[in-house]
């Protein structure tokens, strides 16, 4: 006799409600997006941690009375309508799943009011997700409250196995910080236990709302670029699909490496058509292209907002949508390398103020010294006037240019140089004296041979190294950069060491010549603001900051 029976309906929409709804950043999560898919920009949440509750109120276009009656029914949604949708889906919502799942899970009741409507109704539901009652008339402003009481309370099981109230919170937090940069133009309320605990205001992008989330981070100290997927603006052949192709695009907020890092990978996102997801396969293009701008063990902040067709994205990946299969792939990748990089080149917008500000600041200005900030040029671009004209410290190269002044760290500066033309062409070559290198392990020998040098063993505990970086050749200190070397886990963090104990030295005194053929060489390379370990390497100062600092300009530009 076969023990393999049906499951009754209500134990498979109860395994499903588990795996939609986990927890209340779950319930944030997904009353959210029905939200945002409402059109509203302005969105409250209060959570009540010791009963397990929360309300999300919102100021979207509202359901009908016939809506709210079927809203909590299993697999009702408005989003789509058959199998073809499911290639075009444009919300964040579309399961139908959300609302029932909370039926069953908890106490469910939504007040809404839809556009144009002069009232509007209440509706609490069962477990079946079927209304108890016809909705009553309320009085209530355009838009939707859902509100959840005592999660899991049927489950006690569940309940007791739920992670702390603090680590609730955390997670709570970090769902609303991740829809606030995905969703700009909305503006955040959350109350916590009836306190006011967090408010993130609407901007026009992501650098406006990255400061209001991570103290340490000021909006100078983020660049913002939108680029279109196709760089040549080129479309299909097909009309049909010219505006799905103009829908294509990147958009990324970094972090400026010369400024600003995280000592944990915790502000590296990726954001595919309005939801934070998890992908490896891009996070890793974006550290790898990174990964030589900072300093050692510290982490970029990096947001990349992909902008796709529907038809290219398929969400049925994961339960709650942190994961999705994209169409090619591979050419999504390279673009975003090239986007990178060009980011890397562009200069910092300065700060602008309006007439009004000018005014202001005229006014307020103080009799007393001025700062000279640091200025944040495009290096890349070729000044005809750059001129050497001084050596400082032995360590600095004092430049002069038309628009003011730089001062270049001669080491660091010479260090991308190497280190930008040893990665395009690394070249080992043959040594008639081997160097002899004691007491190196098995993994130091094969980090060695990884980089493509003929390590051989020599006696006990000695290796004969019979080749090297042609850069090294003739190095004083080559037998103490193959140690170093041997120590890096990173290939690229190898060949960054073999560039750094290549480069001239802080203290080496140049000469005007040498220091002119430096600069250049340096304005050429494709990162010009940090060195290969994310130092910075030149300090601009500005001829209107001149002028400030010794009183020569009384307006502010």
């Known amino acids: 006799m076969s023990n393999i029976q049906t499951l009754p309906l209500e134990v498979v929409h109860l395994i499903a409600a588990g795996e939609v709804i986990d927890s209340l950043a779950a319930v944030v999560r997904e009353l959210a997006e029905n939200a945002i898919d409402a059109q509203a920009n302005r969105i409250v949440v209060n959570v009540w941690t010791d009963s397990l509750s929360m309300q999300v109120s919102d100021n979207g276009c509202g359901m009908a009375i016939a809506d709210l009656m079927q809203a909590a029914t299993p697999h009702s949604t408005s989003k789509i309508s058959n199998a073809a949708d499911l290639r075009q889906i444009r919300s964040l919502g579309f399961r139908g799943e959300a609302l029932y799942s909370l039926a069953q899970l908890a106490d469910l009741s939504i007040c809404s009011r839809p556009k144009l409507e002069?009232?509007?109704?209440?509706?609490?539901?069962?477990q079946s997700g079927a209304v108890n009652e016809r909705p009553k008339v309320i009085a209530i402003a355009t838009g939707t409250v859902v509100t959840v009481k005592q999660l899991f309370k049927r489950y006690p099981n569940r309940q007791q196995s739920l992670p702390s109230a603090a680590q609730q919170i955390r997670k709570v937090q970090l769902q609303v910080q991740h829809m606030a940069i995905a969703h700009p133009h909305i503006s955040w309320q959350i109350y916590l236990d009836d306190r006011d605990w967090l408010s993130i205001w609407a901007g026009a992008n992501v650098s406006e709302i990255l400061p209001q989330i991570v103290n340490s981070i000021q909006p100078y100290d983020l660049l913002y670029k939108h680029f279109d997927f196709f760089p040549n603006h080129s479309l299909h052949q097909n009309p049909e699909?010219?505006?799905?192709?103009?829908?294509?695009?990147i958009t990324i907020t970094l972090g400026l490496p010369s400024r600003i890092s995280r000592p944990r990978l915790d502000w590296l996102k990726i954001i595919l058509n309005g939801r934070v997801i998890n992908f490896p396969e891009l996070e890793q293009i974006i550290l790898a292209s990174l990964e030589r701008?900072?300093?050692?063990?510290?982490?970029?902040?990096?947001?990349?907002?992909l902008d796709l067709p529907c038809d290219r994205i398929d969400w049925n990946r994961h339960p709650a949508k942190t994961e999705a299969y994209i169409q090619d792939l591979a050419a999504l990748q390279s673009r975003l390398k090239e986007c990178l990089a060009e980011m890397l080149k562009i200069p910092n917008t300065p700060v602008t103020y309006t007439n009004a500000t000018n005014e202001l600041l005229r006014a307020a200005e103080r009799k007393t010294a001025y700062l000279v900030p640091a200025k944040r040029?495009?290096?890349n671009q070729s000044h005809p006037s750059i001129k050497a004209i001084a050596q400082v410290l032995r360590t600095y190269i004092l430049a002069e240019h038309a628009g003011g002044l730089w001062l270049v760290e001669q080491h660091v500066a010479h260090e991308r140089v190497i280190f930008e033309r040893i990665e395009a062409q690394w070249q080992v070559v043959e040594i008639e004296q081997p160097i002899l290198l004691k007491n190196?392990?098995?993994?130091?020998?094969?980090?060695?041979?990884?980089?493509?040098l003929e390590v051989v063993a020599f006696g006990t505990q000695i290796w004969a190294v019979r080749s090297l970086p042609e850069i090294l050749v003739g190095h004083r200190d080559c037998e103490l950069i193959l140690r170093e070397m041997s120590q890096q886990d990173d290939p690229t963090l190898a060949r960054a060491t073999a560039a750094c104990r290549s480069a001239i030295r802080n203290g080496e005194v140049l000469d005007l010549a040498t220091m002119g053929d430096l600069l250049s060489q340096w304005q050429q390379t494709r990162n010009p603001h940090t060195c290969p370990h994310g130092r910075p390497i030149c300090l601009a100062i500005d001829q209107t900051d001149l002028a400030k600092f010794f009183h020569r300009n009384w307006?502010?530009?």
Do not use: M
């Not at 701008?293 to 907002?305: K, S």
């Not at 190196?440 to 493509?452: E, N, T």
């Open 118 to 126: 002069p009232v509007g109704y209440q509706a609490h539901y069962d």
């Open 241 to 249: 699909t010219q505006i799905e192709n103009q829908r294509e695009s």
């Open 293 to 305: 701008t900072l300093p050692r063990n510290r982490f970029p902040i990096c947001i990349v907002q």
């Open 377 to 379: 040029e495009n290096f």
């Open 440 to 452: 190196l392990d098995d993994d130091g020998v094969a980090r060695l041979q990884a980089l493509g």
């Open 555 to 557: 307006l502010i530009k």
